[in-house]
């Protein structure tokens, strides 16, 4: 087929179809398939939208709009045989078995009659998968084109649609009616560690406590138009001062939680894990980047790409359980776990397999609780169903994982990154293991992230509260 050939659509006349001819066409369903058929007809229904619902139903499992796949036959029809031109008449359709993300659809369209009166044809339809079973199966009749057409294609725009404002708005319906916490929010020193504890704060989510030098928080107010209003503010003379008096207000019980301002991680952290001084429990402390992918169907955890540089084995299993036991907090009963490596396979010379394959015997033997666990598992294989059919994984994680567990800081970091500005994730960053969550975001998020970030520290305030092993 030249280039000049795929560029453009050619009808098929009455005349030049014969009883016999056939036509294919091979989709393979995708997550953002199933969103965008289902805004395109406002069918929500949660058997199909709605993941933890349609895990819970008949099928265990998402599944496309029965529509979906006839869709695809109309679109044989308009595009392919007898292409531009055609009009659907009459359809009748048996839909045999579902069609789940990652299956591949190949609809074969076979002319099984004609009708010289009015030009009309009818055609069997065969909907199969890739285990070449029928997925839908009947007959169509068209009115065939009357006269040739040659038309260029029409370049259609990329989905899926993206907004990141409706996607934070949903996040933050999850702490609506929960009181404000007392938040200590450390050295917000600059203008968008300042905007985003107000924000907060404006949204009902937080009480600040800003803790840094008071002429220099008020000079950044002022410069910026922010109003600090009634909130209080600790006079301390630099960013180390802050950080050590964050702590002491915690270990005091006058707040609940922190929120990293415009000072460096490791100073904060510094005070944090401090053994006699700190906030440290019996858990090992560990990061979760929280992330609204608009690609992907549910949300995901990515853990540890903050704190742990070069995580142990044992110091992985702390790290799954906090990731855990925080997925628990946002509503995810039994988080899907997927332990990341480069391969699927273990292998002796990449550490990452034997510690993938040591954790997923730990959780059956009862040391990580409350998670599904499998690995190794590469990125791909972890996140796509698609690819995990493809290479023959057969797994309840694979493809649908909600917690992604990276070998070290560095894998970790750059899928946060890359899923965050390629694309277009809603971030919230938090530190676990602690006494209390801390709000860990970098000098560079925007004040979305920061409210994110706070969301999910109040959750868990308010679960701590309840005694949930959240940051025990």
């Given amino acids: 087929m030249t280039q000049e050939t795929q560029q453009y659509l050619e009808s098929h006349t009455y005349e030049e179809i014969h009883v016999g001819d056939s036509t294919t066409l091979t989709r393979t369903l995708r997550p953002e398939d199933i969103q965008l058929f289902a805004i395109m007809s406002g069918d929500g229904n949660p058997a199909i939208a709605d993941a933890e619902f349609a895990h819970s139903g008949m099928f265990r499992e998402v599944i496309a709009h029965g529509m979906w796949s006839a869709s695809l036959i109309s679109t044989t029809l308009g595009t392919q045989f007898p292409g531009p031109g055609t009009i659907l008449v009459d359809q009748a359709l048996h839909f045999s078995r579902p069609v789940s993300i990652g299956d591949t659809v190949t609809i074969t369209l076979t002319v099984k009659q004609k009708f010289e009166h009015n030009k009309h044809i009818i055609f069997n339809c065969s909907c199969t998968n890739q285990e070449d079973l029928e997925v839908v199966h009947g007959t169509t009749e068209v ?34 009616g929960l009181p404000p916490i007392d938040m200590a929010v450390v050295h917000p020193c600059d203008r968008e560690s300042l905007k985003g504890a107000l924000a907060a704060a404006d949204a009902g989510l937080i009480d600040p406590i800003l803790i840094g030098p008071e002429a220099k928080i008020r000079a950044v107010a002022a410069e910026n138009g922010f109003d600090l209003g009634l909130h209080r503010i600790v006079n301390v003379r630099h960013s180390h001062e802050a950080a050590a008096m964050a702590v002491t207000l915690i270990r005091n019980g006058d707040a609940e939680a922190l929120m990293k301002g415009s000072l460096h991680t490791d100073e904060l952290m510094a005070e944090v894990v401090a053994r006699a001084s700190g906030l440290r429990t019996a858990r090992r402390i560990s990061h979760v980047f929280l992330m609204d992918v608009p690609t992907y169907p549910r949300p995901i955890l990515i853990t540890d790409a903050a704190i742990n540089i070069a995580p142990t084995l044992m110091d992985k299993v702390d790290i799954i359980q906090n990731a855990i036991d925080f997925a628990h907090v946002i509503g995810i009963p039994e988080p ?16 990452s397999t034997l510690d993938a394959a040591a954790l997923c015997k730990m959780a059956d033997r009862g040391q990580i609780k409350g998670g599904v666990l499998d690995g190794p598992l590469a990125f791909d294989n972890a996140v796509s169903i698609v690819a995990a059919k493809t290479k023959g994984i057969h797994s309840a994680v694979a493809g649908r994982a909600e917690v992604l567990v990276v070998p070290d800081i560095e894998s970790g970091n750059m899928i946060a990154k890359q899923l965050e500005y390629l694309a277009n994730a809603l971030t919230a960053g938090i ?12 000098r560079a998020d925007t004040t979305e992230t920061r409210l994110a970030s706070c969301v999910v520290a109040v959750l868990i305030a308010h679960a701590n509260r309840q005694k949930q092993p959240v940051a025990e």
Avoid: C, F, H
């Fill in 143 to 176: 009115m065939a084109p009357p006269e040739k057409y040659r038309t260029r294609k029409v370049e259609l725009p990329p989905g899926p649609l993206s907004d990141r404002y409706a996607r934070l708005q949903v996040l933050l319906a999850r702490a609506r």
């Fill in 336 to 351: 899907k776990v997927a332990i990341l490596s480069a391969v699927e396979t273990v292998n002796p010379a990449i550490q």
């Fill in 431 to 442: 530190v676990l293991g602690a006494k209390v969550p801390i709000v860990l975001t970098s």
